[in-house]
């Protein structure tokens, strides 16, 4: 089994920064994309950033020049800087792993973590 797991969040002021953590454990051999996605109450989940293997990123509208994803594939490990915070940035943030390869050819997919609450005071 894989497991994802999430840590750094918190109670920031606006404009404060925060980094999150999504931590890949298990019979993991290697990450592939990454995503961070997050969930407000009352809205959707929505996709706020992601990251190939080879490093290609992509992000939301909303937090271009403010939010950066990054990994560590050694620690295999997926982070999420996040500057210039808002009161809107406040959400439930989550790791997902669309794919992942396991020792022995496994595969599995749509792993997702158990999220990690960010609040941002104004």
């Known amino acids: 089994q894989v497991q994802l797991v999430e840590s750094g969040g918190g109670l920031v002021q606006a404009g404060g920064s925060l980094i999150l953590s999504c931590a890949a454990s298990?019979?993991?051999?290697?990450?592939?994309?990454m995503r961070w996605y997050r969930q407000a109450p009352g809205k959707q989940r929505e996709l706020v950033a992601s990251?190939?293997?080879?490093?290609?990123?992509n992000y939301a509208d909303s937090v271009k020049c403010r939010f950066t994803i990054s990994r560590d594939n050694a620690k295999n490990t997926v982070y999420l800087q996040m500057n210039s915070l808002k009161p809107e940035d406040t959400a439930v943030y989550y790791c997902?792993?669309?794919?992942?390869?396991?020792?022995?050819?496994?595969?599995?997919?749509?792993?997702w973590g158990q999220g990690t609450q960010v609040t941002v005071s104004s």
């Open positions: 298990g019979s993991i051999f290697r990450l592939n994309t």
């Open positions: 990251i190939s293997t080879g490093g290609s990123t």
């Open positions: 997902h792993a669309p794919e992942l390869y396991g020792t022995g050819d496994q595969r599995y997919y749509n792993t």
